[in-house]
């Protein structure tokens, strides 16, 4: 019903800045909520950022880890959800994955494949 696919990772300094993008495939898009979630090599999957359908103020939630330093942001007319990462850090290497939740309460139903970022020192 929704196929996501993430996209805008790679490697990038300490301090450095990258922009991941998750377009969505199905025609429902407006309705999900939105998150990025991430894993490190030997770490559980962990939350990272969500947003609401309607992406206005108020309708993000970010994980205290990277709160001031990440902004999650969604476009409606293209299908796709973003997360803008300032001030990267060495523990910010991860698999970056989409999920999209059609309740806006959980469970998320559809995930991408990830993206791989890396932050070199």
């Known amino acids: 019903q929704l196929q996501l696919v993430e996209s805008g990772g790679g490697l990038v300094q300490a301090g450095g800045s990258l922009r991941l993008s998750c377009v969505a495939s199905g025609r429902t898009f407006l309705l999900y909520r939105m998150a990025w979630f991430r894993q490190a090599p030997g770490k559980e999957r962990e939350f990272v950022a969500s947003?609401?359908?309607?992406?206005?103020?108020?309708?993000?939630s970010v994980d205290s880890s990277v709160k001031g330093r990440f902004t999650i942001s969604r476009d409606n007319a293209k299908n796709t959800v973003y997360l803008q990462m300032n001030s990267l850090q060495a523990e910010d290497t991860a698999v970056y994955y989409c999920?999209?939740?059609?309740?806006?309460?959980?469970?998320?139903?559809?995930w991408g494949q990830g993206t791989q970022v890396t932050v070199s020192s």
């Open positions: 947003l609401l359908p309607s992406g206005g103020s108020g309708s993000a």
């Open positions: 999920a999209a939740d059609a309740k806006s309460g959980g469970p998320y139903d559809f």
